[in-house]
């Protein structure tokens, strides 16, 4: 009997082969597979003879139709509800059958997680085709030589198909693909003969091609004559007709691009880059998880020059006058808020913290810009932030939420810290064995007679399996150590919906702006603008609101007790009643409500008279000063202009909220 711990649970696991094992069938055929002819009926078909030779019992089947195996467990159809059956308790079943070890996967990110974590919890996986499992320490070696084969095969694929252009980048000639603005390709369509030339006019007589080097050497010239000013140099090449290779006018950010690119100014160009050299970012290029491309080597391949020395030199000094750079304050909608003209929104701005519609860049020098407003940062981020929290408002909603996120990803629940510690001493067994397999080689050549460089011929072949064995590891805990990292990043994802969730709406809404990315991000915020109040029209503000606020005053409410305050004040003869005017230019301060709307509810023209007598004649005053000590409200203040906004969030669930525009 073997013992497994598994977290808390303890759970004890009869070898395979011996008493009656609850078993499930997993069958995953690809569509290349099905089209061939072998579906799922005939893998069940082998599956179940499979179970009832060994005795055991066959409790479930779990069917993947269709279904690449480059699919990780949880992208699967149903090979995450046999995860979710696998971790109940007590366990639903004992082993997992498949007909083939491609079944299980055809990469190993696909592969082991979900194999690893059935070991962990106690279940392990058989396999029809060649009669073996992982319960015992020789099948599991079996099992990791299988995955090397489906992996190496998909490698060799893509080998036969790169192998020739990694050769032809390595010798310096034209690898394919768009030519680097400036070249040309030479010798097109001339096997081994292909290369990337200068593009310029060797023509006796006039040309009227335009030739891409000569464009950039013109471009450099005009920076220089601009004073590094790459808006004019840019106008300047337009308005002489070299535009780029599209036909499309040079932007000023298109042409600093070409001209300050390094690795273009030092002469070469580097194929299969994955990093920039500068900054040490990615370019795009798909790497494995040792950090290279899984389709070939970095080849550096040298190129003629389109300046010399010299030029460079001189462009070098305009080289650091960028654009501004935004300052450090946080602009958590930056990228996530999108414009009416379809661009995005960032942040930046002076003093004032504002969000730009990129659209606002030209796409060339001289075109013209979009008519987006800018946006106030602070009123559109309390306004997005308020709709996001009335969207997670509900608590016990959000906990839902996140347990649906924890299911998603429990299939992720492995112990690779455990694994990382088993490869690296499988890695110092091996390199051992090799000492040893080495010694022992050289004995035997030396006993044969051999030496120089047959000897190391005769070492070379005795350590290749175990070199190459030793290679499959090492690639595999680096890849596993890759798995962990993106593990712990989801289930800091997943921590932090829960966060989320156990806050408050008080505590949701007092969120910093410097911590609110974190939260958007974990909530898929995005929102749209679809419409922006138009400006107000220009006016002189209302004297009367104003009056309350430059002197700092609440508009008081006018109570008997306030009345009597301020009726002695009054005197006599009046057409209207004192009382009655005196509440309604207090109702107008803190409404901001306009005259012709006070004129309707009272029922008189002469409001707006009364207002400018009292204050010229100091009665205002004085009525003020009597109702200091009065409780009141702030004067009115015209809201501010609110863009209309379509607001979402994709956890699980998708949610849509549309916030009205306030004018």
């Not at 279940?123 to 499992?133: L, P, W």
């Not at 939420?401 to 299911?407: G, P």
Request: proline share 5%; net charge positive; hydrophobic share 35%.
């Amino acid at each position: 009997m073997t013992q497994t711990l598994t977290g808390a649970i303890t759970v004890v696991q009869p070898p395979l082969g011996s008493g009656q094992l609850r078993a499930v069938a997993y069958l995953r055929i690809s569509t290349e597979v099905q089209k061939k002819g072998y579906g799922i009926a005939y893998a069940k078909k082998g599956i179940t003879k499979h179970i009832e030779k060994k005795g055991w019992a066959l409790v479930g089947t779990y069917t993947d139709a269709g279904v690449s195996g480059t699919l990780e467990a949880a992208k699967r159809d149903e090979l995450p509800r046999l995860m979710k059956d696998a971790r109940r308790n007590p366990r639903a079943f004992d082993v997992v059958v498949v007909n083939e070890e491609r079944a299980i996967g055809r990469r190993n990110r696909a592969f082991w997680p979900w194999v690893w974590e059935l070991q962990d919890l106690g279940i392990f996986v058989a396999i029809v085709n060649g009669e073996y499992d992982n319960s015992t320490e020789e099948g599991e070696s079996r099992m990791r030589k299988a995955a090397d084969v489906a992996h190496d095969e998909l490698k060799l694929i893509r080998d036969r198909t790169q192998g020739g252009v990694q050769e032809k980048a390595s010798d310096g000639g034209y690898a394919g693909g768009r030519p680097r603005y400036g070249y040309r390709i030479e010798n097109k369509g001339r096997k081994r003969e292909s290369r990337l030339v200068l593009d310029l006019c060797d023509c006796p007589a006039a040309c009227s091609v335009l030739h891409e080097a000569v464009v950039l050497r013109r471009a450099r010239s005009l920076v220089i004559e601009c004073q590094g000013d790459w808006s004019k140099a840019a106008l300047r090449l337009n308005a002489e007709g070299s535009f780029g290779r599209d036909g499309k006018p040079w932007s000023k950010d298109n042409l600093r691009n070409k001209l300050t690119n390094e690795d273009f100014l030092e002469g070469f160009q580097v194929w299969r880059n994955p990093k920039n050299r500068k900054t040490g970012t990615r370019r795009g290029v798909t790497v494995g998880a040792d950090g290279r491309s899984p389709f070939g080597e970095t080849v550096v391949i040298e190129l003629p020059p389109v300046f010399t020395p010299q030029e460079v030199k001189e462009l070098s000094q305009f080289l650091q006058q960028r654009g501004p750079v935004a300052g450090a304050r946080p602009y958590p909608l930056s990228g996530r808020l999108t414009s009416q003209c379809g661009r995005q929104y960032f942040g930046g701005g002076g003093k004032k913290r504002q969000y730009r519609c990129a659209g606002k860049t030209p796409e060339y020098a001289g075109a013209k810009r979009c008519s987006c407003p800018v946006l106030d940062a602070k009123l559109v981020e309390n306004e997005v932030w308020a709709r996001v929290c009335d969207m997670v408002g509900d608590t016990e909603q959000l906990k839902h939420l996140a347990a649906h996120q924890l299911e998603k990803h429990a299939g992720e629940q492995v112990d690779y810290g455990r694994r990382i510690e088993e490869f690296h001493q499988q890695i110092e067994d091996s390199e051992a064995a090799i000492a040893v397999a080495t010694a022992a080689a050289a004995r035997q050549a030396a006993r044969r007679g051999l030496a120089g460089k047959a000897a190391e011929q005769t070492i070379d072949r005795t350590l290749a399996p175990l070199n190459g064995e030793l290679a499959e590891t090492e690639r595999l805990l680096a890849e596993t150590i890759a798995w962990k990292h993106e593990t712990e990043a989801t289930t800091q994802r997943d921590q932090d919906i829960c966060a989320l969730a156990e806050m408050t709406r008080a505590q949701r809404e007092n969120i910093l702006p410097g911590q609110q990315p974190r939260y958007l991000k974990v909530l898929s915020v995005k929102a749209t603008v679809l419409r922006v109040p138009p400006p107000r029209a220009p006016g002189r503000p209302c004297a009367l609101v104003s009056w309350f606020w430059e002197n700092k005053r609440l508009v008081p409410e006018l109570t008997d007790a306030a009345w009597a305050k301020v009726q002695h004040l009054m005197g006599t003869h009046w057409a209207l009643d004192p009382r009655q005017i005196l509440g309604a230019l207090l109702h107008k301060a803190r409404t901001g409500s306009n005259w012709a709307d006070l004129y309707e509810a009272f029922d008189s023209r002469s409001l707006r008279t009364y207002w400018t007598r009292w204050q010229a004649s100091g009665l205002w005053e004085s009525v003020m000063k009597n109702l200091a000590d009065e409780p009141g409200m702030a004067a009115f203040k015209a809201p501010p202009r609110i863009p209309e906004l379509h607001i979402e969030g994709d956890i699980k669930l998708r949610v849509e909220l549309d916030t009205k525009a306030t004018e």
